[in-house]
């Protein structure tokens, strides 16, 4: 859940928008794990970019690009599972409070003067 919700932040190396799955880039939303699961979208190799994929809308236009990292959440049954949760209409609330618990404990993993 951390890396869909920093990617929806728009928290990329370099600026670029693989696996930024929202229209609203910079706010936390489940958008990365809805649109990740959404059936229309197609994903293919990028004949562009090595280690992307391209997911093009119904006119065949580039919508979307991802990583195997990205896309992985949806290939793989236990991760799968968890985008489904975190999917879910009624989910918000535990997602962002997961998404919070997460990102405070990888900041203070080093911080042994905290223990």
């Keep these: 859940m951390l890396v869909g919700g920093l ?7 370099g600026g670029v928008q ?5 229209d609203r880039p910079g ?4 958008d990365f794990f809805r649109n990740l699961l959404d059936l229309g979208t197609s994903w293919r190799t990028s004949v562009d970019t090595e280690g992307v994929y391209e997911g093009p809308d119904a006119d065949g236009t580039v919508a ?3 990583t195997a990292a990205d896309l992985v959440f949806g290939s793989n049954s236990i991760l799968r599972g968890i985008v489904e949760v975190y999917s879910a209409d009624d989910a918000r ?3 962002v409070q ?3 618990a997460a990102w405070v404990k990888v900041m203070e993993l ?4 905290l223990r």
């Design 98 to 100: 997961d998404f919070a």
């Design 93 to 95: 609330e535990k997602f």
């Design 18 to 22: 693989h696996g930024v799955f929202t």
């Design 27 to 30: 706010v936390l939303s489940q």
């Design 110 to 113: 080093d911080r042994v003067d």
């Design 64 to 66: 979307r690009t991802a």
């Design 7 to 13: 990617r929806v932040l728009g928290a990329n190396t």
